[in-house]
């Protein structure tokens, strides 16, 4: 008997409410299988393995042929392995013989239903699609999630930091204020600052004014802190980290200390793991010290 929920050995005491009558839920394939068969020993791991595959939309149940003579004589069974699928109470495919795995899967194809994704599959393919910037992409995935569990904060995050990216300032906010665990405080706390970061820039001048003004003055402090947010609006992390640096190294009072505060706030929207936070938080331990 497996330990699987999923696979069980049937009878001929419970195989009509064990098969017929579960297979009006989920399909149950039936293993028909001997001791002394070497291909149904081989055909058993893979029948389990394939039905754990679909996280409990599709059942199997196993019957040894050696005892269940009334099950084989019920069904006609003339070889060994031979394999049915019941659905709606009804045989409606199968095979014998050994088979190899995509022939089985193709067969089950059309009569079992896919599992579900995972909800930590769905936040990571989201979290992966909004790093290469597909950002609309990402939402849908992240729509999906929160009609589920409009409560997950890792996924009310990071949909706000998409509604961000796309200019919904406002919307992204609100998001953001929806989000009630402390479990994610770092990564609230980055969002939060993009954010910042895209609203700040858009008050700000152009990129092209901020470079001329600092090629003529190259001190110009204010010119290269507002470049700096420019360029983190824009998510060129490394320029800005480059200029947030350099001039907290010789102006770190510059407007009350906003250099380190932003530098800080970086930290936080890029996340501990990523490699220019641990480049620039190691340049600036150095500054400091």
């Known amino acids: 008997m497996s330990d699987s929920p999923y696979i069980f050995d049937t ?31 081989a055909l058993m791991p893979l029948l389990a393995q394939i039905t754990e595959s679909y996280q409990g939309e599709l059942l199997l149940a196993k019957v040894n042929c050696d005892i269940e003579q009334d099950i084989v004589m019920r069904f006609g ?8 699928l019941f659905k709606d109470g009804q045989p409606v495919d199968g095979f014998a013989g050994a088979q190899p795995e995509s022939a089985i899967r193709t067969m089950l194809e059309p009569h079992v239903q896919q599992p579900a994704a995972p909800e930590c599959n769905l936040l990571d393919s989201a979290q992966a699609l909004f790093a290469e910037g597909r950002i ?21 995050i990071l949909y706000g930091r998409c509604l961000a990216e796309r200019g919904e300032l406002g919307e992204a906010e609100a998001v ?23 609203r700040q820039a858009a008050d700000l001048p152009e990129v092209a004014s901020l470079k001329s003004r600092l ?26 980290l480059d200029g947030l640096l350099k001039l907290f190294v010789r102006n770190r009072s510059h407007a009350d200390g906003l250099p380190h505060k932003t530098l800080l706030q970086v930290f936080d929207l ?5 490699p220019l936070v641990t480049t620039y938080r190691r340049k600036l331990y150095q500054a400091i010290y």
């Open 11 to 41: 009878t001929g005491a419970d195989f009509d409410q064990a098969v017929i009558q579960s297979s009006f839920q989920k399909p149950v394939l039936v293993d028909f299988w001997a001791d002394w068969c070497a291909p149904c020993k």
């Open 77 to 84: 069974i003339r070889s060994l392995p031979t394999v049915v």
């Open 270 to 274: 890029l996340g501990n793991d990523h």
């Open 136 to 156: 609309g992409e990402a939402e849908n995935l992240l729509k999906q999630l929160l009609t589920e569990d409009n409560t997950n904060a890792a996924a009310l």
């Open 215 to 240: 090629a003529q003055d190259a001190g110009d402090d204010e010119a290269l802190y507002q470049l700096s947010i420019q360029q983190l609006s824009r998510q060129q992390y490394e320029p800005a």
């Open 176 to 198: 953001l204020n929806a989000v009630k665990s402390d479990e994610h405080k770092q990564a609230l706390a980055g969002a939060r600052a993009q954010l910042t970061f895209l």
